[in-house]
């Protein structure tokens, strides 16, 4: 039973993060989390509950890990030796054995075409740590990092909260299935400057979350070229980066950079994580790979408040130095996520409801912009309140990205069974059948 205590006020004083209203959970992408834990689906004992599809998690090839682990039983038997090693020693520089299956996991999800040097990475406790971390590095409270929109809705909290760090959003419109152009990068940055904000770097992701599509070649040279120019760095997160369909369509600033004998690499860092691609989110794993010595002697000494147990370590370098295990995983995975991606792109046509071309990530961006009562935000959230709350259906509405345009929502589908999806579609079906009656 909980112990309650009397909170008087006024309370005696917090600091200014703990007051803060920039983590971002009033967001309705936490609210249908909320509206979730309260009333989960579950297909014999509430068949009636909400669907979670605003969770981007990757179950589609867990099998495989599972079977990895039971057959490979040494990988996670610690022994009384083992044990001792693991339990006395933690260097937060990582283990050297881990680091280099990391580095190689990198090299085989882009095909071989970018090399990775182990003493370039960093470990975090997850993409959201590295995230935070490099911000810290790079930027002062008040400055600014710019970011293209639709972005993460967790970026608002990752990015901001902690660090005092200000988001300004590279204005990105379904004119050119929101791509970057440079002259939305030169508008966000004129944006920042007229607000007497430090423009301290671009943060993209790479495929991009919540659009589930990757950013071009010639795209990714402009924006290397832009923050050159201007004298900033470029953050890329490719945490989705081998949940493309196919390792052809993403191209990492890695590749680029390679490309050109690393001109200009030392304003590059890269963020990646095993909590996507490899369906891990519980072992909280994440890299910041860095071109530039001084943010990666800063970063290994900061993480030393965001480690990983030596015990994870040791488990994922056995499973990633597997390279038989590792080829067929990418494969299978990629294979898996483009059937569920058809899956549900198939299912809401046959409603009536189109997407966004998509060849990466675990959802796609769907558009009921077409059925909205009204094209504001509060129609959108009037949509999305009704998909929550009477289909029974926790998607991400596009407001919670800062997409500019209303009616856009991101819609996971690979964290449940196939199943469990149909059950979705038939409701969003229903829905949509009901709606085209009242109207």
């Known amino acids: 039973m909980a112990i309650e205590i009397e909170q008087p006020t006024p309370c005696v004083e917090l600091s200014n993060i703990a007051v803060s209203d920039t983590h971002g959970e009033d967001s309705p992408y936490f609210a249908g989390w909320k509206a979730y834990d309260e009333n989960p689906y579950d297909e014999s004992s509430n068949p009636s509950g909400v669907i979670q599809m605003g969770l981007a998690e990757n179950q589609v090839s867990f099998d495989l890990v599972e079977e990895y682990l039971e057959q490979h039983p040494e990988a996670s038997n610690l022994g009384s030796k083992g044990f001792r090693e693991n339990a006395l020693f933690q260097d937060y520089h990582g283990l050297l054995s881990f680091r280099k299956a990391m580095a190689s996991f990198m090299e085989q999800i882009r095909g071989g075409r970018a090399k990775f040097d182990p003493s370039r990475i960093v470990l975090t406790a997850g ?78 992701t790479n495929p991009s979350n919540p659009l589930g599509a990757t950013i071009q070649r010639v795209v990714l040279q402009q924006i290397l070229d832009f923050v050159t120019k201007k004298n900033i760095h470029l953050v890329s997160d490719e945490i989705y980066s081998g949940s493309a369909f196919s390792s052809s369509e993403f191209v990492s600033v890695a590749e680029i950079l390679e490309a050109q004998q690393y001109k200009n690499a030392e304003r590059v860092h890269i963020v990646y994580s095993l909590s996507k691609d490899l369906g891990l989110p519980g072992f909280r794993v994440g890299t910041v790979y860095s071109y530039n010595d001084k943010v990666v002697t800063t970063a290994r000494r900061m993480s030393s408040f965001t480690l990983i147990s030596s015990q994870t370590q040791q488990l994922l370098a056995s499973m990633l130095s597997d390279k038989e295990f590792t080829e067929n995983y990418i494969k299978t995975n990629r294979e898996r996520l483009r059937k569920r991606y058809n899956m549900i792109i198939e299912g809401l046509k046959s409603s009536g409801i189109e997407c966004l071309k998509g060849n990466a990530g675990l959802f796609c961006w769907m558009n009921l912009g077409p059925y909205l009562d009204t094209p504001t935000r509060e129609g959108e959230l009037a949509i999305w309140n009704s998909m929550m709350y009477e289909v029974k259906l926790n998607i991400s509405p596009g407001s919670s990205c800062q997409c500019s345009e209303p009616g856009w929502f991101r819609v996971c589908f690979a964290n449940m069974s196939e199943q469990t999806l149909e059950v979705a579609l038939k409701r969003i079906r229903n829905f949509m059948e009901q709606r085209e009656r009242r109207h």
């Open 127 to 204: 993409a959201t740590a590295a995230n935070e971390l490099l911000t810290f590095i790079l930027a002062n409270p008040g400055d600014a990092l710019l970011v293209p929109t639709p972005y993460y809705p967790g970026f608002d909290r990752d990015l901001r909260w902690r660090t005092g760090v200000n988001i300004v959003p590279i204005q990105c419109d379904s004119s050119n299935s929101f791509q970057i152009t440079p002259q939305a990068l030169e508008a966000a940055y004129k944006e920042a400057g007229n607000k007497k904000m430090k423009v301290r770097g671009v943060l993209i």
